[in-house]
């Protein structure tokens, strides 16, 4: 972009670029960000994106960047767009790769003080358990109606063979399963991707952590999600593996077709896109709501593996260690929803890319468990500094279609991340911090480097002072197993 | 053939820049490109010998899912390329010869690429770049 569009600050961290900055928007972009990560996004890509959102057809409100929005494909990662059901489109680029990929937070009745000495033991025991690194088979194989039956129920289906609990399933966003999954719009490919992956943590920004609450800023809303200072948590975070990758790649090839068909003018040709209510936009919908029940299934099967490597090194039931989940959220998804827009109730496709749910106190889609407290938001940080527990407001309900940031967000390239430091030098930082890492590969692991990415603090007060959400708690990481 | 490639600095991801004197010596060099993110390619076992073809209504389509099916070929099959030869037999097909080994001869995959994508896309005879999703 030559030039920065016009931005007008319309309250603290919140900032418009009006409908008209450009010919073609449908709707404004509503920008959420401090203002010192305003400055560095203006004239980027990812504002870009944020822009050629809001030209789809259909798209309601506005176009919503969240504060950790960087460059994405399409859709900025930290987008979030929601169209008419009649006359709006979906998009597989408002939704990304990994569909669903996610974060689930499991807590527990250890202590600080208890895992802190036996921190190598508990790593080296859940990265003994778990599956991780490119393409690495986990233990469950598959037939084909199996497969078609876990697309379906999601984390059910896990629940279902043993691994889990009863209510695990409804501490998971859509209680783990998208209704609408069609197993006979995946293609053979995507089978093929996914075959021998449920049960795995893959690579790149993947992984497992164990953490410890290091401060509680909402007391009675801790005690409603079970959270406590010093007690030891467990962060899931994975999505639908290369059966997910497949389904989206499929999808952009059907709709670099489908934009032209249906006479859609777009910025970005990575915005392809098809009517919500076209059998191309039907397909597209029910293929990646099977690949986002794949990932529930996945990362109710992590949480399983999980818990019994930490049962094992303590010599107890995970029922006795108190490892509960507390929740599960989605961040990259596509799905139907009732929000009020000028002043009408109305169901939408809401894509959330990069950013996730974050629903006030009193929701109906909430269980009846946080019903009265509102959803837990799961914002994972770095490997080396922390991540939050936030809870859903009603302001976001209002501005942003019950949505949050999703993490940090990259600061640094790959190249850039592997130039600031070796990884023998990435490990020794992570150690003097009291944070002991396994990972499938070095090579991989200077690129996630804590460096590498914002502070997640930034970008929590930012989403805070925006009042899309309010914190609960922060947690601190003790070890991590990187895919 | 010869033909050159270099990774290019991205945010996010990872975005390869291919250079050539034609089109198939170009897109040779962008496949070594994609497969340099993956793996050591001088480390990869000369023991396979395998075709991987797509056809495209237009160049970048072409391009883009020749590289995305050599993806899926390793996703499925674990066949990983050290080297290859780029043909068309046909207009809209691409054809690679390839050659390699498979991940079960103890090839280190060090990063997963997810998909080559149309992401600012840039297609020409000489010069070549596309951005992967990791």
Same mark, same amino acid.
Request: hydrophobic content about 40%; some cysteine; glycine content about 10%.
């Given at each position: 972009?030559?030039?920065?569009?016009?931005?007008?600050?319309?309250?603290?961290?919140?900032?418009?670029?009006?409908?008209?900055?450009?010919?073609?928007?449908?709707?404004?972009?509503?920008?959420?960000?401090?203002?010192?990560?305003?400055?560095?996004?203006?004239?980027?890509?990812?504002?870009?994106?944020?822009?050629?959102?809001?030209?789809?057809?259909?798209?309601?409100?506005?176009?919503?960047?969240?504060?950790?929005?960087?460059?994405?494909?399409?859709?900025?990662?930290?987008?979030?767009?929601?169209?008419?059901?009649?006359?709006?489109?979906?998009?597989?680029?408002?939704?990304?790769?990994?569909?669903?990929?996610?974060?689930?937070?499991?807590?527990?009745?250890?202590?600080?003080?208890?895992?802190?000495?036996?921190?190598?033991?508990?790593?080296?025991?859940?990265?003994?358990?778990?599956?991780?690194? &490119?393409?690495?088979?986990?233990?469950?194989?598959?037939?084909?109606?199996?497969?078609?039956?876990?697309?379906?129920?999601?984390?059910?289906?896990?629940?279902?063979?043993?691994?889990?609990?009863?209510?695990?399933?409804?501490?998971?966003?859509?209680?783990?399963?998208?209704?609408?999954?069609?197993?006979?719009? !995946?293609?053979?490919?995507?089978?093929?991707?996914?075959?021998?992956?449920?049960?795995?943590?893959?690579?790149?920004?993947?992984?497992?952590? &164990?953490?410890?609450?290091?401060?509680?800023?909402?007391?009675?809303?801790?005690?409603?999600?079970?959270?406590?200072?010093?007690?030891?948590?467990?962060?899931?975070?994975?999505?639908?593996?290369?059966?997910?990758?497949?389904?989206?790649?499929?999808?952009?090839?059907?709709?670099?077709?489908?934009?032209?068909?249906?006479?859609?003018?777009?910025?970005?040709?990575?915005?392809?896109?098809?009517?919500?209510?076209?059998?191309?936009?039907?397909?597209?919908?029910?293929?990646?709501?099977?690949?986002? %029940?794949?990932?529930?299934?996945?990362?109710?099967?992590?949480?399983?593996?999980?818990?019994?490597?930490?049962?094992? &090194?303590?010599?107890?039931?995970?029922?006795?260690?108190?490892?509960?989940?507390?929740?599960?959220?989605?961040? %990259?998804?596509?799905?139907?929803?009732?929000?009020?827009?000028?002043?009408?109730?109305?169901?939408?496709? !809401?894509?959330?890319?990069?950013?996730?749910?974050?629903?006030?106190?009193?929701?109906?889609?909430?269980?009846?468990?946080?019903?009265?407290?509102?959803?837990?938001?799961?914002?994972?940080?770095?490997?080396?500094?922390?991540?939050?527990?936030?809870?859903?407001?009603?302001?976001?309900? *209002?501005?942003?279609?019950?949505?949050?940031?999703?993490?940090?967000?990259?600061?640094?390239?790959?190249?850039?991340?592997?130039?600031?430091?070796?990884?023998?030098?990435?490990?020794?930082?992570?150690?003097?911090?009291?944070?002991?890492?396994?990972?499938?590969?070095?090579?991989?692991?200077?690129?996630?480097?804590?460096?590498?990415?914002?502070?997640?603090?930034?970008?929590?007060?930012?989403? !805070?002072?925006?009042?899309?959400?309010?914190?609960?708690?922060?947690? *601190?990481?003790?070890?991590?197993?990187?895919? | 053939?010869?033909?050159?490639?270099?990774?290019?600095?991205?945010?996010?991801?990872?975005? @390869?820049?291919? #250079?050539?004197?034609?089109?198939?010596?170009?897109?040779?060099?962008?496949?070594?490109?994609?497969?340099?993110?993956?793996?050591?390619?001088?480390?990869? =076992?000369?023991?396979?010998?395998?075709?991987?073809?797509?056809?495209? /209504? /237009?160049? #970048?389509?072409?391009?883009?899912?020749?590289?995305?099916?050599?993806?899926?070929?390793?996703?499925?099959?674990?066949? @990983?390329?050290? /080297?290859?030869?780029?043909?068309? =037999? #046909? =207009?809209?097909?691409?054809?690679?010869?390839?050659?390699?080994?498979?991940?079960?001869?103890?090839?280190?995959?060090?990063? #997963?690429?997810?998909?080559?994508?149309?992401?600012?896309?840039?297609?020409? =005879?000489?010069?070549?770049? @596309?951005?992967? /999703?990791?």
């Amino acid at each position: 972009m030559a030039t920065s569009p016009p931005i007008q600050r319309v309250g603290r961290c919140r900032f418009v670029i009006p409908r008209d900055a450009q010919r073609g928007m449908r709707v404004p972009c509503y920008i959420f960000a401090g203002e010192d990560f305003l400055e560095d996004i203006k004239g980027t890509k990812a504002l870009e994106q944020a822009i050629n959102v809001a030209h789809l057809p259909g798209i309601v409100m506005a176009s919503i960047a969240m504060p950790d929005i960087h460059e994405g494909y399409g859709f900025p990662i930290g987008g979030v767009a929601a169209c008419d059901l009649d006359e709006g489109v979906i998009s597989p680029g408002g939704v990304g790769y990994d569909i669903n990929c996610g974060v689930r937070l499991c807590r527990s009745d250890l202590t600080l003080d208890e895992v802190k000495p036996r921190i190598k033991e508990i790593t080296d025991a859940i990265f003994q358990m778990v599956p991780s690194g &490119v393409g690495k088979e986990g233990k469950l194989s598959l037939s084909r109606s199996e497969t078609d039956e876990l697309l379906v129920k999601g984390a059910r289906w896990a629940l279902e063979k043993g691994y889990g609990w009863p209510e695990d399933i409804e501490r998971c966003e859509e209680g783990g399963a998208l209704a609408g999954a069609n197993p006979s719009a !995946v293609s053979r490919k995507a089978y093929e991707r996914g075959k021998g992956q449920v049960g795995t943590l893959g690579s790149g920004n993947h992984f497992i952590e &164990v953490g410890y609450v290091e401060e509680v800023y909402d007391e009675k809303t801790a005690k409603a999600f079970g959270l406590f200072k010093n007690q030891i948590v467990f962060w899931v975070h994975s999505g639908s593996r290369g059966f997910g990758h497949q389904v989206c790649q499929d999808n952009l090839d059907v709709m670099r077709k489908t934009t032209e068909k249906y006479g859609i003018k777009l910025p970005d040709r990575q915005l392809d896109c098809a009517p919500f209510k076209s059998p191309e936009g039907q397909a597209y919908f029910g293929a990646m709501a099977a690949a986002a %029940n794949y990932a529930w299934a996945n990362r109710q099967v992590l949480l399983h593996l999980v818990r019994e490597a930490v049962s094992r &090194v303590f010599g107890s039931s995970a029922e006795a260690l108190g490892m509960k989940l507390v929740y599960d959220v989605a961040h %990259n998804i596509a799905k139907i929803e009732e929000h009020e827009v000028e002043g009408q109730k109305k169901k939408l496709v !809401v894509h959330r890319k990069g950013a996730t749910r974050a629903f006030p106190a009193g929701h109906p889609a909430l269980p009846a468990i946080y019903r009265e407290s509102g959803q837990p938001v799961l914002v994972p940080g770095d490997m080396g500094r922390a991540s939050y527990v936030l809870v859903g407001t009603s302001e976001a309900m *209002r501005d942003s279609f019950g949505s949050a940031c999703h993490g940090a967000g990259r600061a640094l390239s790959r190249q850039q991340a592997k130039r600031t430091m070796s990884a023998e030098e990435l490990l020794n930082e992570l150690s003097s911090r009291g944070v002991y890492v396994r990972s499938a590969t070095v090579k991989g692991l200077i690129e996630e480097a804590p460096q590498a990415y914002k502070d997640v603090d930034d970008v929590v007060e930012a989403t !805070v002072a925006a009042g899309l959400a309010r914190k609960v708690v922060k947690t *601190r990481p003790l070890g991590v197993v990187k895919g | 053939m010869t033909g050159k490639y270099t990774i290019l600095d991205h945010q996010a991801d990872a975005r @390869v820049r291919a #250079e050539g004197r034609d089109f198939a010596e170009t897109l040779r060099a962008l496949c070594l490109g994609m497969w340099s993110l993956m793996v050591d390619l001088q480390a990869v =076992p000369d023991k396979e010998r395998w075709e991987v073809a797509a056809e495209g /209504d /237009d160049e #970048e389509e072409l391009v883009v899912k020749l590289l995305n099916e050599h993806l899926y070929r390793l996703a499925g099959e674990g066949l @990983v390329v050290r /080297d290859l030869l780029v043909t068309f =037999p #046909e =207009p809209r097909l691409v054809l690679t010869r390839c050659r390699g080994a498979t991940v079960e001869d103890g090839v280190e995959i060090f990063r #997963e690429v997810k998909a080559a994508t149309y992401n600012d896309i840039l297609i020409t =005879p000489t010069l070549m770049e @596309v951005t992967f /999703d990791l």
